[in-house]
């Protein structure tokens, strides 16, 4: 699992606009109309809960401790989004506690396994790996236009590319798993063979040979280079949530308004709209 540095996500905050635009110009939507894409929900009703909706973004300092900007980073991409959204004035037992004292909807905080939403009204728990897969899923489906029926590679069989892969799955891709530890992947095509379409996932065994077989790339590796720039085709779209990206930067150059990546905004847009379910 990667654990984000200052360095990821210290420009973040300030670039959102930005970023907002292009994935508009990329998607044909914002962060918050893939993130309610994901969830199928209805923008603009999503619009109008948001602001009244308060979420506490409470430091951690177990483990490897604070990283400087993740809880400024993550409560800013929240504001963004429109949500009452604020850094807990206290870490730990005692930012929770807070955040239940002053009546928060919910809190959102991560240590070195997990970084959760947690809606504080209705006990559920939004957790980043799924939202990030499920939302960058919905994110290539609207590059595509509609991935029904479309074969979709998805390279890393952990919970991002799981959650992606399901994501894929539900919106009739036909998915094609592929992972550097083969029996990852082999166990989650058993998992997945329960979902509708899952009796029809293909295993990839070679890297190379399945990125240059398919134009569609959910990239969920935590490994950089796994999309050599000869690969790259002039058709292929690629979702990558996968950090490092795992794309050089003549590759981006390349692939341009055909990839979308980010290392924390649109996985905190999908756990902050499926804590509003
Ligand atoms: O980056 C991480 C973990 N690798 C979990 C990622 C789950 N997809 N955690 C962030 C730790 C933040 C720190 N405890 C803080 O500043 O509060």
Redesign the pocket.
């Known amino acids: 699992?990667?654990?984000?540095k200052t360095s990821d996500i210290s420009n973040i905050s300030s670039r959102l606009v930005t970023c907002n635009q292009e994935l508009l110009a990329k998607t044909g939507r914002t962060f918050l109309g893939i993130a309610c894409h994901a969830y199928g929900k209805d923008e603009i009703q999503i619009r109008h809960r948001v602001e009244s909706f308060c979420i506490h973004v409470?430091?951690?300092?177990?483990?490897?401790?604070?990283?400087?900007d993740?809880?400024e980073t993550v409560a800013a991409i929240l504001r963004f989004l429109g949500f009452n959204a604020l850094v807990s004035d206290l870490?730990d037992t005692s930012g929770v506690a807070l955040a239940f004292e002053n009546k928060a909807d919910a809190i959102m905080?991560?240590?070195?396994?997990?970084?959760v939403g947690l809606n504080l009204n209705i006990r559920s728990v939004a957790?980043?790996?799924e939202a990030?897969g499920r939302v960058f899923a919905a994110a290539l489906d609207l590059m595509a236009k509609g991935i029904e029926n479309c074969e979709v590679l998805v390279l890393g069989c952990g919970?991002?590319g799981e959650a992606a892969a399901q994501t894929l799955l539900s919106s009739g891709a036909r998915v094609v798993l592929c992972d550097i530890h083969l029996p990852a992947a082999r166990l989650l095509k058993e998992r997945l063979s329960v979902y509708p379409g899952g009796n029809k996932i293909v295993i990839e065994e070679d890297l190379n040979m399945a990125v240059s077989n398919y134009g569609y790339v959910l990239e969920a590796t935590p490994a950089a280079n796994t999309i050599p720039d000869e690969l790259i085709s002039d058709h292929m779209v690629i979702a990558a949530p996968g950090v490092p990206l795992g794309i050089s930067k003549k590759g981006c150059q390349i692939l341009k308004d055909r990839l979308i990546h980010d290392k924390l905004e649109l996985?905190v847009a999908g756990m902050a709209i499926s804590l509003l379910l």
């Open positions: 699992m990667t654990r984000l409470v430091p951690v300092t177990a483990g490897q401790g604070i990283i400087s993740f809880c870490p905080m991560a240590d070195d396994h997990r970084f957790d980043n790996s990030t919970p991002v996985g």
